[in-house]
């Protein structure tokens, strides 16, 4: 079916720009009609049952509807400061069905555990193609849909069947917050609501919500720990996330907290895992240190250990 229609007067994201983005117009993602993809490969970064022995098969989409003023993948996500990713396009290069579907099939044959589509929220009609096209040519590993979360009910169920396991973040629930540093105030209302689509739709061993602790602003974590167990305990899976890295360490935008998460922040964050009942999921180790950020203008974009190139946008 082809849903490539919806890209004009674009509502796919809660943003709603309603520009027509078959006609080369752009909303706040940035993109067009076309998909553009940065980067694939066999990922070893990922929660441990989903990268196995083969590692998990990330493919990094270009663009984003969300633009995190501290994106650690500012350079092919648009995100960073305001006026960095109205100034200037981000990294990769349009791909065909045929080319989206070789990538998928060449990570299968790799030794890919999984295909993991990363911030795609504002590509989805042409990766519904894609994975169609992937799956009739012989696509048969399962499918993760790796999101910030800022998406829209009607939007994924275009998706609905395709995908195997959700990983949507959770940023906060403070709609102060998320308009300070994503532009959005309504991105609790919209990722709560899109959370519990996801969970109506497949079992709680396959929506994994992601939530990345923000040094300084426990409060934000405390009410996502909170909201989790109110909501989600029996639905999903809980992976926190302590790798925060200062955004001037990658995109020098100074609008992001200025510092890693520190030892008590750390721990008093997993003292509220015991105090809300929240005990399946995964907890990354504090991790303070900038060595892991991705460069993806080099081919290898991430560390040799972290990751094997599978296509680059420059090839
Ligand atoms: S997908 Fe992009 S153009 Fe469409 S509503 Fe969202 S941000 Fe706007």
Request: proline residues 5%.
């Amino acid at each position: 079916m082809d849903f490539s229609g919806l890209y004009q007067d674009c509502r796919l994201c809660p943003r709603a720009c309603r520009v027509d983005r078959l006609a080369g117009s752009n909303g706040f993602c940035g993109e067009s009609a076309a998909l553009r993809l940065a980067f694939a490969g066999l990922h070893r970064g990922e929660e441990p049952p989903l990268i196995g022995k083969g590692g998990s098969g990330t493919v990094f989409v270009s663009g984003c509807n969300l633009g995190c003023v501290f994106c650690q993948n500012w350079q092919i996500s648009g995100g960073g400061d305001t006026g960095r990713r109205r100034a200037q396009r981000c990294l990769g290069r349009a791909v065909s069905t045929d080319e989206f579907t070789a990538i998928c099939l060449e990570l299968q044959n790799r030794g890919a555990e999984n295909i993991n589509i990363v911030t795609g929220s504002h590509a989805v009609p042409a990766i519904v193609q894609g994975l169609n096209a992937a799956a009739t040519a012989g696509l048969h590993i399962p499918v993760l849909w790796n999101s910030s979360g800022y998406e829209s009910p009607e939007t994924l169920e275009l998706l609905n069947g395709h995908i195997d396991t959700y990983m949507p973040d959770l940023k906060t629930l403070d709609s102060n917050l998320a308009a300070q540093f994503f532009n959005a105030p309504d991105y609790p209302q919209a990722a709560s609501q899109a959370i519990l689509w996801m969970m109506r739709h497949r079992p709680p061993c396959h929506v994994i919500i992601r939530h990345l602790i923000l040094p300084g602003y426990l409060e934000s974590t405390r009410a996502v720990l909170r909201w989790f167990a109110d909501n989600a305990r029996d639905g999903a899976l809980l992976s926190l996330m302590s790798q925060y890295t200062p955004a001037a360490e990658s995109n020098k935008s100074k609008d992001g907290p200025q510092r890693f998460l520190n030892k008590r922040e750390y721990e008093t964050v997993i003292g509220w895992l015991e105090e809300f009942g929240i005990e399946d999921g995964f907890c990354q180790e504090l991790l303070t240190g900038s060595d892991w950020l991705p460069d993806f203008n080099r081919r290898n974009s991430f560390s040799s250990d972290l990751s094997t190139t599978i296509w680059h946008f420059m090839d």
